[in-house]
């Protein structure tokens, strides 16, 4: 059982330049989710699906983009990496808010 | 204010040590409380959930105290495996947003 699994696990961008970070769960769960991760900061969310064809702006949306691609897939874009973007992130779900969220082991994302 | 505080930490302590987390939260209106747990360049695990009645899970203890708007965790016989970022996780229901809170995290130490 894989449970949350997110590709690219590390990837290095040039400012300016776009990139899709792809979550897929396989527990056949409702919601899904989006943080990024900064030292000292803790989790931030980014963007999430209550459901299948729905997205909401969490805390700190600001330069992505969410597309809820099927009951599956969660992706996350950045249409103009920006050196602020540096962070980790992590995709998470779970079968419906309140219950807790099972998160992907992270990509770490470096923007130069 | 934050809406979910905890004390940054690191607490260190020796193997055997009892210890115990405190986390506050803003909001009134949460409903479900949880802690995870977040070893270092990992993504954060399920903890325990917490009851309102409070609730044990080994050497874990987890209370609730709802008027003081407070959780806490407890660890007894500290093990050397039990180092990590403990993260207070709060679900706030009014904010329309139906997502969990993340604290920032207490970064536990417990040395030989």
């Known amino acids: 059982n894989a449970g949350v699994t997110q590709t690219p696990k590390f990837q290095v961008l040039k400012t300016g330049q776009s990139m899709t970070l792809q979550c897929a769960q396989d527990?056949?769960?409702?919601?899904m989710y989006w943080y990024r991760q900064d030292p000292g900061m803790g989790l931030r969310l980014i963007y999430y699906s209550a459901s299948e064809g729905t997205t909401d702006k969490g805390e700190v949306p600001n330069g992505y983009n969410v597309s809820r691609l099927n009951k599956r897939e969660f992706s996350l874009r950045l249409e103009s990496a920006a050196p602020s973007q540096t962070s980790v992130y992590f995709c998470a779900s779970t079968r419906d808010t309140p219950q807790p969220q099972h998160f992907g082991d992270g990509t770490r994302l470096s923007i130069l | 204010r934050k809406e979910v505080e905890q004390d940054p930490g690191p607490f260190n302590v020796p193997e055997g040590a009892t210890v115990a987390f405190n986390c506050t939260y803003s909001n009134s209106a949460s409903q479900s409380f949880f802690w995870y747990r977040q070893d270092c360049r990992k993504e954060p695990k399920l903890l325990m959930s917490?009851?309102?009645s409070g609730n044990e899970d080994g050497r874990f203890t987890a209370q609730l105290n709802r008027a003081s708007q407070y959780i806490s965790l407890l660890i007894r016989d500290s093990k050397l495996s039990d180092s990590a970022t403990y993260l207070c996780?709060?679900?706030?229901?009014?904010?329309?947003?139906?997502?969990?809170?993340f604290g920032s995290g207490t970064r536990l130490q417990v040395q030989p």
């Open positions: 996780v709060v679900n706030i229901m009014d904010t329309g947003r139906r997502a969990l809170t």
């Open positions: 527990m056949n769960h409702n919601s």
């Open positions: 917490v009851y309102s």
